[in-house]
């Protein structure tokens, strides 16, 4: 019965995915979107947050870093062109600059709580009602000195020098000082915070994937890199309690040895029993493995919140193993590229570029540029992060809490 129901589940999904006309659109309606038709949530999130405030890199930003100047001149022009793989269809009322051919984790998040889209902190004609984004598309965990310094190889779509995650911490602050908090005392300012959702999205993504293609590469990073970038993802997630979050949830990291950015380059013989990078992924295993330690001695310290951590790396290995399952045809090729090589992806040769192209069915794929995540399967993971137990605790439990049954 259990196995019918998750069939059930995800043949709706599929059925509303291929009914959809994915996008990334860039308009300015910030209308409340309803939770995907044939998507049922386990748990009624609908009325339980009225605000999220969102921190993360590319799979959470929506539109920080096109705002702030940090991507590439020519992946920034992509987005007021018609032709452009980032927003090349008839959509949906999304706002913003999404590095995907539509909605992210965060999005369906918003569409489950019956909230409008999040603005990004960045957009000045932005309606902050529901919370805010503070997420940034390229930036990191390690100090921005740090990649200054060295030359990291190829740094993608975003330019040399990376903003890092403290970036985001003094927006929030400027934020809740400006607009959230002001007129309010301390506590007042901490009892209005604790009824927000705060959403730290994936982080440290970037720095491995730049030490990844440095002359340093997935056999030399040390812990101590590691160590300091969950340093400073734990300072954020503290930064956040002090100043009252009472819910928080943390992401893990994906593996990134399964991306065609590290595929490409990486050597021929260097394979997991999933045909991923086994080098760079046994990276990501470390770092999440830390994370989770770090935030169980958060949660002895903060026992009054609600810290969650999100498997990331688990939940899409699990799509990848089961990709069929998922109606996923392509498991590794990305769907905008340079039509080159088994995964459609040249690091030079980056989506939108000329001589590049886009899928017809971009639903059939889970990589959309070789780096970043097509709108399908953010769906599916949205699907398992909230409702297939890949969340520590449960968000069912989170719900409990805020509603003051647990």
């Given at each position: 019965?259990?196995?019918?129901?998750?069939?059930?589940?995800?043949?709706?999904?599929?059925?509303?995915?291929?009914?959809?006309?994915?996008?990334?659109?860039?308009?300015?309606?910030?209308?409340?979107?309803?939770?995907?038709?044939?998507?049922?949530?386990?748990?009624?999130?609908?009325?339980?947050?009225?605000?999220?405030?969102?921190?993360?890199?590319?799979?959470?930003d929506?539109?920080?870093?096109y705002?702030?100047?940090?991507?590439?001149?020519?992946?920034?022009n992509l987005?007021?062109?018609?032709?452009?793989p980032?927003?090349s269809?008839?959509?949906?009322?999304?706002?913003?600059?999404?590095?995907?051919?539509?909605?992210?984790?965060?999005?369906?998040?918003?569409?489950?709580l019956?909230?409008?889209?999040?603005?990004?902190?960045?957009?000045?004609?932005?309606?902050?009602s529901?919370?805010?984004?503070?997420?940034?598309?390229?930036?990191?965990?390690?100090?921005?000195?740090?990649f200054?310094?060295?030359?990291?190889?190829?740094?993608?779509?975003?330019?040399?020098?990376?903003?890092?995650?403290?970036?985001?911490l003094?927006?929030?602050?400027?934020?809740?000082?400006?607009?959230?908090?002001?007129?309010?005392?301390?506590?007042?300012?901490?009892?209005?915070?604790?009824?927000?959702?705060?959403?730290?999205?994936?982080?440290?993504g970037?720095?491995?994937?730049?030490?990844?293609?440095?002359?340093?590469?997935?056999?030399?990073?040390?812990?101590?890199?590691?160590?300091?970038?969950?340093?400073?993802?734990?300072?954020?997630?503290?930064?956040?309690?002090?100043k009252?979050?009472?819910?928080?949830?943390?992401?893990?990291?994906?593996?990134?040895?399964?991306?065609?950015?590290?595929?490409?380059?990486?050597?021929?013989?260097?394979?997991?029993?999933?045909?991923?990078?086994?080098?760079?992924?046994?990276?990501?295993?470390?770092?999440?493995?830390?994370?989770?330690?770090?935030?169980?001695?958060?949660?002895?310290?903060?026992?009054?919140?609600?810290?969650?951590?999100?498997?990331?790396?688990?939940?899409?290995?699990?799509?990848?193993e089961?990709?069929?399952?998922?109606?996923?045809?392509?498991?590794?090729?990305?769907?905008?590229?340079?039509?080159?090589?088994?995964?459609?992806?040249?690091?030079?040769?980056?989506c939108?570029?000329?001589?590049?192209?886009?899928?017809?069915?971009?639903?059939?794929?889970?990589?959309?540029?070789?780096?970043?995540?097509?709108?399908?399967?953010?769906?599916?993971?949205?699907?398992?992060?909230?409702?297939?137990?890949?969340?520590?605790?449960?968000?069912?439990?989170?719900?409990?809490?805020?509603?003051?049954?647990?």
């Amino acid at each position: 019965m259990a196995n019918s129901k998750y069939m059930f589940l995800q043949i709706s999904c599929f059925i509303l995915l291929l009914s959809l006309s994915p996008t990334y659109a860039h308009n300015k309606s910030h209308k409340s979107t309803p939770p995907p038709i044939g998507f049922q949530a386990r748990v009624d999130f609908k009325g339980c947050f009225n605000k999220v405030y969102a921190f993360g890199d590319s799979n959470t930003d929506i539109g920080n870093a096109y705002y702030l100047g940090t991507l590439k001149s020519f992946i920034s022009n992509l987005f007021s062109q018609a032709w452009s793989p980032y927003s090349s269809s008839e959509s949906s009322n999304l706002s913003g600059y999404r590095l995907s051919n539509g909605r992210l984790v965060i999005d369906f998040l918003c569409e489950t709580l019956h909230i409008p889209h999040l603005s990004a902190y960045k957009d000045s004609s932005a309606n902050f009602s529901s919370g805010a984004n503070f997420a940034i598309a390229g930036s990191t965990a390690l100090s921005n000195d740090l990649f200054g310094h060295f030359n990291f190889g190829n740094p993608l779509m975003w330019k040399q020098n990376p903003e890092s995650i403290l970036t985001q911490l003094d927006w929030f602050d400027s934020f809740v000082g400006e607009r959230e908090c002001k007129g309010k005392d301390e506590d007042a300012c901490k009892s209005e915070l604790g009824k927000a959702l705060f959403w730290i999205g994936e982080m440290g993504g970037n720095d491995y994937a730049r030490l990844f293609a440095s002359s340093i590469g997935p056999a030399i990073v040390n812990n101590q890199f590691t160590e300091q970038a969950v340093d400073h993802i734990c300072t954020l997630a503290l930064a956040l309690l002090d100043k009252g979050a009472k819910f928080l949830v943390v992401q893990g990291i994906p593996p990134i040895g399964c991306l065609p950015l590290q595929l490409t380059t990486c050597p021929s013989n260097d394979r997991d029993q999933n045909g991923c990078s086994a080098s760079a992924n046994l990276v990501i295993k470390g770092h999440n493995d830390l994370l989770q330690k770090r935030l169980d001695t958060i949660r002895i310290r903060y026992k009054d919140s609600m810290v969650l951590y999100i498997d990331y790396y688990n939940a899409f290995k699990t799509i990848l193993e089961k990709h069929r399952q998922y109606q996923f045809k392509e498991p590794f090729k990305a769907c905008c590229g340079s039509g080159g090589g088994p995964f459609n992806y040249l690091p030079n040769l980056l989506c939108g570029a000329f001589g590049t192209s886009t899928c017809k069915d971009s639903s059939i794929h889970i990589n959309f540029d070789g780096v970043h995540l097509t709108e399908n399967m953010h769906l599916h993971l949205f699907d398992l992060f909230f409702n297939q137990g890949f969340s520590t605790p449960s968000f069912a439990d989170l719900i409990k809490k805020k509603n003051g049954k647990f």
